[in-house]
């Protein structure tokens, strides 16, 4: 007889089931679009949004503000969450994320770099080549993790501790480089706390491309990502190239996080928290688990930031420190429940 988590799962494993995440998605942007700091009451929202007359200043702040947020969160969500399932999958980790291969440390010392070796007369010129700096930071770590790793035959461990080993690595090198230009270290700050402010549709292009094309390859790639979950030697038998396997996933993990630093800074626990969350709702098959981890961290990060906009508005709490104090909680509950066998 089927428990009713079961049930839940096969719901959920559903087209049905796909369709009311994506709905939860939808409902999420609509109050995102409707809330902010700007007050607007019902009809003033309806007039904004179908560009009714003597409704320019409304439909200015849902369509070049909210609107572009919103799609940056959507973004976001999508490529952390894609990540984090990639990473857990081949390592075997369930607390892997991208900070554990260094995607972040990558990208804060590109950013550090650059405003360091920059000169501050260069103005706005030196700031738009941070999200450039920060992706070529986050990618070359990762290739470096997966070269060092492959020294060892790019083993789960290999991979955990190379990344480790990284991380350690540059953010004793970004902490030396604060001390010895304590000037960039408010840049670096704003950078490292993550948002979506100010954040233009120009922006999230090539992140878009990016993403989904990291996506696209998981999809493809997630039978042999299923098999490796039996182990490597056992994988290899029914004939799945375990290190070259694992070495492209863990790219793409890296290009989709990467892709997200690049607009919205660095963004903590979408990438370890939502696979967690996936999973509960449909199980380990990892086709089901991109798809649903990329609904459900894109509604979470939308959410985080609408709550970041709306608590203390006008003050604005950028959505890294929002999704901190909603992730650390609900971490620390799904620690808990993996004590007691539920995960």
């Avoid at 079961?6 to 369709?19: A, D, H, I, M, Y």
């Avoid at 998605?25 to 009809?43: E, M, P, Q, T």
């Avoid at 900070?99 to 103005?123: C, H, K, Q, S």
């Avoid at 230009?181 to 090539?206: K, M, T």
Wanted: aromatic share 8%; hydrophobic share 55%; glycine share 12%.
């Amino acid at each position: 007889m089927e428990n009713k988590n079961t049930k839940g799962k096969r719901f959920f494993c559903s087209v049905p089931g796909f369709l009311t995440l994506f709905a939860a998605l939808l409902l999420s942007a609509l109050c995102a679009l409707r809330f902010g700091s700007a007050h607007l009451s019902w009809a003033e929202f309806f007039g904004a949004l179908f560009f009714e007359q003597g409704a320019e200043t409304d439909s200015l702040i849902l369509y070049s503000v909210r609107l572009p947020r919103i799609l940056a969160g959507v973004l976001a969500g999508v490529g952390l969450s894609v990540s984090g399932v990639l990473l857990q999958g081949v390592t075997d980790n369930a607390l892997a994320s991208p900070n554990v291969i260094g995607v972040n440390a990558g990208a804060g010392f590109g950013v550090m770099l650059t405003l360091a070796v920059l000169p501050a007369g260069l103005g706005a010129l030196r700031f738009s080549l941070l999200p450039v700096f920060a992706f070529a930071g986050a990618f070359l770590t990762t290739l470096t993790v997966v070269l060092l790793s492959r020294r060892t035959g790019a083993g789960r461990s290999a991979i955990v501790l190379s990344g480790v080993a990284m991380s350690a690595l540059l953010n004793a090198l970004i902490s030396g480089m604060t001390l010895l230009d304590p000037d960039i270290l408010s840049s670096y700050n704003a950078f490292s706390i993550g948002g979506f402010r100010g954040v233009q549709y120009g922006e999230l292009i090539l992140p878009t491309l990016m993403i989904l094309i990291c996506f696209l390859v998981s999809l493809v790639l997630s039978n042999g990502i299923d098999l490796l979950s039996l182990g490597g030697r056992a994988a290899s038998v029914l004939g799945v190239p375990v290190g070259a396997l694992r070495t492209v996933c863990i790219l793409c993990a890296s290009a989709s996080a990467a892709a997200v630093v690049s607009f919205a800074g660095l963004l903590g626990f979408v990438g370890l928290i939502v696979p967690h969350m996936a999973r509960r709702l449909v199980g380990n098959k990892t086709s089901y688990l991109l798809l649903t981890s990329a609904l459900l961290g894109a509604t979470v990060t939308v959410l985080a930031d609408l709550f970041g906009r709306v608590l203390l508005a006008p003050t604005e709490i950028p959505v890294g420190i929002t999704m901190a104090l909603l992730g650390a909680p609900f971490f620390i509950f799904l620690l808990f429940q993996e004590r007691g066998g539920d995960l």
